[in-house]
């Protein structure tokens, strides 16, 4: 797993920020669903001995008028644009579904209650046998906008519509795209959440990403929010043993740095340059290579005294 796969999924273990995601892209970030309402899950997910390992799973509980429900909620972060999206996140959520399945069966193996001969015996589960919902988001951080399929259909060969009709099933990928999004949208998405996913957008333009840091006042209070702001920024932010980090301070920070880097580059460029053009100045004017060597070796004595 990348650096940058351990930031997101980090950030994402945080029942704050994932309820955020949730929300934002369920609710228009209504509070749903509540940080202490989620219960983290094994990522992976095993079928006729094949496995499949999600960045972050949890249960989450759904508090509605008439009582709760509970669904299971998988983030994928994804940092390169993956044209098989679609059936990566069918796969996974087929074979959290057929989890659930299997964890029914056993349990009316044990309890022995289905009636020998009955459909419900012949399918391993009773007729009031419940699947909670599977549900996963994919959280774009690249910095150019999506245009990998959105869905199954996007990936079949052949004008689907117009030869089956509607007959052949969809799979919708959803996913949390920033280029694609206005302020109002980011917004819905909390406030550190929300300023990430700014960044992102901003990020397909680097003048534009310069500006938007150097009058940022946002600040990030927690380690998992700044690792992720550092690597969409490509650049390691100064901590200076703070709490939390003013984003505007810190990116000023970095500019220093690197003009400080670009400064003692040209100095030593510059005098590079220069030595090579003082050693063709002496081979126009007849001096031996050897003579040009002996000339630098006294002005390197020179310059160590």
Known sequence: M?????????????????????????????????????????TTETVSD????????????????????????????????DLSMPIRVMRADVMRYDNQLRQLEQIHREKGDLEVGSDEHFSGI???????PVFTIVVYWGSRPWDGPRCLRDMLEVDHDAVFGRSVSDYELHIIDAHSMNNDQLSMYGDD??????LVRESADAKGLHKFLSSCEKVLDSEEA???????????????????????????????KERAVGLEQGREEGMEKGMESMIEAMRKNGLSEEQIEAVLKTADSMKAS
């Not at 995601?21 to 219960?39: H, K, S, T």
């Not at 094949?50 to 709760?68: P, S």
């Not at 998988?74 to 644009?81: A, D, H, M, P, R």
Request: hydrophobic share 35%; charged share 35%.
């Open 126 to 132: 009773g007729r009031e046998d419940r699947l909670r």
């Open 50 to 81: 094949k496995k499949n390992t999600r960045d972050v799973m949890k249960e989450a509980v759904i508090r509605e008028a008439g009582g709760k429900c509970f669904a299971l909620i998988g983030i994928e972060n994804q940092q390169k644009i």
């Open 2 to 42: 990348g650096r940058n796969d351990i930031a997101t999924r980090r950030f994402f273990e945080n029942n704050r920020y994932f309820a955020d995601a949730v929300n934002g892209y369920l609710y228009q970030g209504n509070p749903v669903i509540a940080p202490e309402d989620l219960r983290e899950l094994d």
């Open 193 to 198: 959440l929300g300023f990430l996913l700014t």
């Open 226 to 256: 700044v690792c992720v702001a550092e690597q969409v920024i490509g650049c390691r932010m100064p901590r200076d043993g703070k709490e939390d980090t003013r984003m505007c301070e810190a990116f000023q920070e970095i500019l220093r």
